[in-house]
């Protein structure tokens, strides 16, 4: 094994140019990662498994644009990917325009009740329930992604005390605005109409009244508090013997 010296670094920034011990012999050495892995000390991987990390480092544009599109933030792809986040961001930048942008279309639609789609619109119904409860209307956010089959779900945040609320919609354009469904519980009660009305009315509770018993307590009140007096029921007279041998009421004749 021959012995080489490093000359200098090619003009093309590529490689190193390297001598042996025997004039006029050059030998030019790329500057790879494993040349650099090499000279850190650190172990060089075999060429195979060079190519597979590669690979999966590696997203093109077009895959970076498709998980974008599905809903995915500039740092969730960067992460899983292993990326330079700048890279990810230059080619996320005009699906993150189009994912806003179908999310303030879908502000717009008509939210599909039960009889047919509403008069007025998503963004309009949903502020008049947010409102009605007693929440900033403003404090919300909107986002949207386009799911595998090509439609769009719509997502609504907001902010009520210290938890943080979503609600999905399935957004479809088309005429007036298109529509908007609601996916989970949350928009449903956000679009329903009656949704201020109590789930079950509290009918009102019949005033009964007591009779005064015998040794009942009033309630204590700035008035004197008085006992009522039971009254006995008299019983009737017994004659005497003599009357009823006699036949003579008691006091008569006979």
Do not use: Y
């Not at 599109?69 to 890279?87: C, L, N, P, T, Y």
């Not at 999310?103 to 309009?124: H, I, Q, Y």
Request: glycine letters at 6%; one cysteine or more.
């Amino acid at each position: 094994m021959r012995e080489l010296t490093v000359v200098g670094l090619d003009v093309d920034g590529k490689h190193i140019i390297c001598e042996s011990a025997q004039p006029g012999e050059s030998f030019l050495l790329r500057v790879d990662d494993r040349l650099r892995a090499a000279a850190r000390g650190e172990a060089v991987l075999g060429r195979q498994a060079e190519i597979d990390t590669e690979v999966i480092n590696v997203l093109s544009p077009k895959e970076i644009q498709a998980r974008i599109r599905a809903g995915a933030s500039v740092e969730q792809v960067a992460e899983s990917a292993g990326a330079d986040i700048a890279r990810v961001q230059r080619f996320a930048h005009p699906v993150l325009l189009e994912r806003s942008r179908a999310a303030e279309l879908a502000t717009a639609a008509r939210p599909v009740l039960a009889d047919g789609p509403s008069v007025k619109s998503l963004l309009e119904t949903v502020a008049t329930a947010l409102v009605a409860r007693g929440l900033d209307h403003d404090a919300t956010s909107w986002d949207a992604w386009r799911n595998a089959d090509g439609r769009w779900t719509v997502q609504l945040t907001w902010q009520a005390g210290l938890s943080e609320n979503v609600a999905h919609f399935r957004f479809t354009p088309g005429a007036h605005g298109g529509t908007a469904m609601a996916l989970d519980d949350a928009a449903s009660e956000l679009i329903d109409p009656d949704f201020d009305r109590p789930l079950r009315p509290v009918a009102p509770v019949a005033q009964l009244e007591f009779e005064d018993q015998p040794g009942s307590v009033e309630p204590a009140t700035d008035d004197p508090v008085v006992t009522p007096t039971p009254t006995r029921r008299r019983r009737p007279p017994v004659p005497a013997w003599e009357d009823v041998l006699l036949d003579i009421r008691s006091g008569g004749r006979r």
